[in-house]
C-alpha cells in the first residue's frame, strides 16, 4: 500500500503576462491542473471553475469514470457560463487531473488538452499525457519530427478544450505507481520553456519536490517566462516508511498567490531574510577591527576578473530584443550594456523590417525591456513579432 509522501503545487504569472489565467486545485488524492483561454478574465473563470469541479467528495467508483464525469460536469458547465455571458464567449481552459488509489498501487490520469502529467522513476522522466494540440497531430502523422515539434511556432494551438463545445473526449488512463515514483502535473508555461531533459535532471537531481517544483518555475522565467506557469508534483511511498513531510493545504488558482507561493515572492522573502542576517553579522562584529590593505586589493582583483569573466560568458549565452539605428526591432546576442571606452558587450544578430513603434504597447515593451533570454526563446519572439504584422 502506498501513500503521498511529500506533495506540492505553485503558480506564477510569468514575464510577459499580466494575469494569471491558470488555476489548480489540490487534496490529495486528487491533483489538477489547468490553463485557460479566451482573455485573462475569463481564461480564469474557465480554469478555476474546472479546477473547482474536484472539490468533491470522491464517489465510490472507479477513478477512471471519477475523473471522465467530473471533466465532463466542468466542461458543461463552462460551455453554459459562455452561452450565458457574451463577455466570456470562446473562453476555455485545459485540464490534467491525477487520482492516487493508494489500496492498487495506481495514478488515474483524466486529460484535455496540452498539460501535461509526467512520472519519474529511476531517474526516467516519462509523459503520461499525449497533447491535444495541432503540432502533435503533425508529429504524429509524421509531417514534422520531434525535433521541429519542439520550436515549432504552432505549438500553442490546442485541438481540444473545454468548453467551446458542449460535449468532450476525455482521455482516462491508469498507470501503476511504485515507492519512490514522482508524479508532475504542469501548464505548457512550464513546458514551452523547459525541455524535458531538463525537467529531468531537475526532480532527479534534488532532494525534496518542493524544491523541484521552485526550481522548474524559476529556469521556465530565466528563459523567457512567456505564458503563465503552474506545476504541483507528489512523492509516493511505502505506506509503512516513516512521513517525509506534512501536507500542503489545498489551494486553487489565484489562491495560491494570495498565500505567496510565487517565485518572485520567494526571491523577495529570501533577500530579505540575507540582509537581516548580514546587519546581525556587521554589528556582533568588534568595531575597529579591519581588513588589511593587501586582502582589500585582492579581493578587488578577484571581484574585477569574476565581472570580467561573466561579462564574457553572458555575452555568449544570453541574447535579447532591442531597437536598432534605424528603429526596427532587432536580435542582439549578448548582454545589453556598454563598458568605458565604447565597449559593447552584444553584437547585433538580425534585423525586422518592423518599426518598434509600430508595435503595441506590450509587444514595444517586450522589445524595449531587453529582457535577458534564451536563443530560442528570443528567435521565437521574433517570428512571433513578425508574424502578428504579417511578415511572411
Known sequence: MLRVDEQV???????????????????????????????AQAGEVASKTAAEAFAI??????????????IEDANRQIHELARADPSRAGMGTTITAAIVDAQSEEVSIGHVGDSRAYRL???????????????????RKGQITDAQAEDHPQRSIITRALGPEPEVEVDVQTVP????????????????????????????GVQSVDEAVRSLIEEANRAGGRDNITALAFRLEDAAAPQRAPESPTLVGSAAE????TAAEVRRRAATAAAKERREQLAAKPKGRRLRTTVKVLAAVVVLA????????GSRQVWFLGTDSGGRVALYRGLPYELPFGIELYQQRYATPIQTTSLPPRRREAVSGHDLRSRDDAASLVEDIERSQGVP
Not at 494575469?19 to 482573455?39: H, K, Q, T
Not at 464517489?59 to 467530473?70: G, Y
Not at 505507481?177 to 532527479?204: K, Y
Not at 569574476?306 to 560568458?313: E, R, T
Request: hydrophobic share 40%.
Open 177 to 204: 505507481a511504485a515507492p519512490g515514483d514522482v508524479f508532475l502535473i504542469c501548464s505548457d508555461g512550464l513546458t514551452t520553456m523547459v525541455d524535458e531533459d531538463r525537467i529531468r535532471e531537475v526532480l532527479a
Open 57 to 70: 467528495d470522491l464517489p465510490d467508483a472507479p477513478p477512471e469514470q471519477v475523473l471522465r464525469e467530473t
Open 9 to 39: 503545487s505553485r503558480t506564477d504569472t510569468g514575464r510577459q503576462r499580466s494575469a494569471n489565467e491558470d488555476s489548480f486545485f489540490v487534496r490529495s488524492p486528487i491533483f489538477v491542473v489547468a490553463d485557460g483561454m479566451g482573455g
Open 258 to 261: 494570495e498565500a505567496g507561493l
Open 121 to 139: 522513476r529511476g531517474g526516467k522522466l516519462e509523459r503520461l499525457t499525449r497533447d491535444h494540440s495541432l503540432v502533435e497531430e503533425m508529429r
Open 306 to 313: 569574476a565581472l570580467a569573466l561573466g561579462a564574457f560568458y
